[in-house]
């Protein structure tokens, strides 16, 4: 059974800051999603991952992907405030018609 | 192009009623998606839809919910009756067909409150 860690849950940080979202699965999979969800709105797509050692960049945030690793990272650069929202990784189960299988979702505040 | 819309943004409504949820997906595509998500817990499957036929209803609760798509546009998602359980905010996605990445486009949800 396909099981998906975010890390970490919550996350405060200042503006200019850089961090790092942590996204771990448990079985192999070669598709995950990375989404933006702000309050009260629709979960909004980020970045689609599709093989080993995808990297890819949209302004600030950058996703990467480690399928031997098991392991999806969004690095946040220079934080600004209107990146506050909570962040969902989301991976296809490929043992289950590519079902997606989320992760609990990382809030981010930042702190101008 | 219009993006998936949700109908209602919210209900309110005490147990042992029905409830019914509609989603309409981005024209053209194929495959739609119900996903729950409760308080406190992760979004969860609940079905898949291609077109008209359920591909996968997998991850549906139990047989008080009925989902439908007749014609393969819009959809529903029925709770007959609602239990206290099923609270919570009802996600629908869409995809194309044939995309190499399947990448899903969320509506804004439907918060499902059973008193």
Known sequence: ELKVEQNPLFLSMQEGKNYTIYCNYSTTSDRLYWYRQDPGKSLESLFVLLSNGAVKQEGRLMASLDTKARLSTLHITAAVHDLSATYFCAVADMDSNYQLIWGAGTKLIIKP | ?115
């Not at chain 2, 739609?32 to 991850?59: A, C, P, T």
């Not at chain 2, 819009?74 to 099923?86: G, I, M, N, R």
């Open chain 2, 1 to 115: 192009e219009a993006g998936v819309t949700q109908f209602p943004s919210h209900s309110v409504i005490e147990k042992g009623q029905t409830v019914t949820l509609r989603c309409d997906p981005i024209s053209g595509h194929d495959n739609l998606y119900w996903y729950r998500r409760v308080m406190g817990k992760e979004i969860k499957f609940l079905l898949h839809f291609v077109k008209e036929s359920k591909q996968d209803e997998s991850g549906m609760p139990n047989n008080r919910f009925l989902a439908e798509r007749t014609g393969g546009t819009y959809s529903t998602l029925k709770v007959q009756p609602a239990e206290l359980e099923d609270s919570g905010v009802y996600f629908c996605a869409s995809s194309r067909s044939f995309s190499l990445n399947n990448e899903q486009f969320f509506g804004p949800g439907t918060r499902l409150t059973v008193l």
